[in-house]
């Protein structure tokens, strides 16, 4: 089975700054990657689809970029309301591996 | 609207059974495949089991594998998870998860809490 890994777990930034999280495949997944925010006691949302598609009504401070095993989600501009954890998701061959998460929290 | 409703959960002991259903309305259910996803308290998302369309390709994560059934009835828009021989690690809220125009997960339920304790 593939395996999905996150980085960091968590991290702390300021009101403005650019956060990169990091997922991983262990093996090619071509652009089957998904990203979710779940902010605290809510259900998750999807961010991006196909790696880089942004779902209609997420801000486009959100971005993602990545293809084969090495994926990024990117916010540009970080908000109060972006305080969650972020999930990225493989969709391939009905199998949907979550990866471990990442929380983002305002320094 | 689409709406998600799941039911079913609740507290069991270990190596029992329970059954969740998902109730869905406000889009075509028959035109879309769906997937249970369940959350340990202050875990990560952990998807379980997939289902097409007409019920005919099922998949399932190996930490399920055996012991629980996904299926659903389009004529109830709804969908289901038969779960058997219950341990201590599946407690956890499960969700339903219906995908999107590609097989993200597009749309959630507001999840069920399995208890699963002597």
């Known amino acids: 089975d593939i395996q999905m890994t996150q980085s960091p777990a968590s991290l702390s930034a300021s009101v403005g700054d650019r956060v990169t999280i990091t997922c991983r495949a262990s093996?090619?997944?071509?652009?089957?990657l998904a990203w979710y925010q779940q902010k605290p006691g809510k259900v998750p949302k999807v961010l991006i689809f196909?790696?880089?598609s942004l779902m209609s009504g997420v801000p486009s401070r959100f971005s993602g970029s990545g293809s084969g095993t090495d994926f990024t989600l990117t916010i540009s501009d970080l908000q109060p309301d972006d305080v969650a954890t972020y999930y990225c998701?493989?969709?391939?061959?009905?199998?949907?591996?979550f990866g471990p998460g990442t929380k983002v929290e305002i320094k | 609207e689409v709406e998600l409703v799941e039911s079913g959960g609740g507290l069991v002991q270990p190596g029992g059974s329970l059954r969740l259903s998902c109730a869905a309305s406000?889009?075509?259910?028959?035109?879309?495949?769906m997937n249970w996803v369940r959350q340990a308290p202050g875990k990560g998302l952990e998807w379980l089991a997939y289902?097409?369309?007409?019920?005919?390709?099922?998949s399932y994560a190996d930490s399920v594998w055996g012991r629980f059934t996904i299926s659903r009835d389009n004529a109830k828009n709804s969908v289901y998870l038969e779960m058997h021989n219950l341990r201590d690690e599946d407690a956890a809220v499960y969700y339903c998860?219906?995908?999107?125009?590609?097989?993200?997960?597009?749309?959630w339920g507001q999840g069920t809490l399995v208890t699963v304790s002597p």
């Open positions: 998860a219906r995908v999107g125009s590609r097989y993200y997960f597009e749309y």
């Open positions: 406000g889009f075509s259910f028959g035109s879309y495949s």
């Open positions: 289902i097409n369309t007409s019920g005919g390709t099922t």
């Open positions: 093996e090619g997944i071509s652009n089957y």
């Open positions: 196909a790696a880089s």
């Open positions: 998701q493989k969709y391939n061959s009905v199998s949907f591996t």
